[in-house]
């Protein structure tokens, strides 16, 4: 399984890592909701379990994936600074989300 995480990401994430509550624990990417062939995907600082893979990106961040979720796999984790201050979490492979 994969994941890509943008330069802007990675920043704010291990700013977020370095954190005492954070100590021990990797960010674990989760689907928050299915809708059709797209997902809506979430971030919280978890500890892997059994059920789980641990995915090594070229940020150096670990990332929780639940092994065999679909939706989970290519996953991107993008953060913008502008215009406003926001994290988009896609799925490339899986459907886009068009608001409309």
Not at 21 to 29: D, H, N, P, T, V
Not at 53 to 63: A, G, L, N, R, Y
């Amino acid at each position: 399984m994969k994941v890509k995480v943008n330069k802007n990401a990675a920043k704010e994430l291990k700013k977020m890592l370095a954190q005492e509550e954070a100590q021990g624990k990797l960010f674990r990417i989760y689907v928050s909701s299915v809708h059709g062939d797209h997902a809506h995907y979430d971030l919280m600082l978890d500890t892997p379990t059994e059920k789980d893979e641990v995915v090594h990106t070229d940020k150096d961040i670990d990332f929780i994936l639940e092994k065999g979720e679909a939706y989970l796999d290519n996953v991107w984790i993008q953060y913008f600074q502008l215009p406003k201050e926001e994290w988009v979490i896609t799925n490339p492979s899986k459907g886009v989300h068009h608001h409309h």
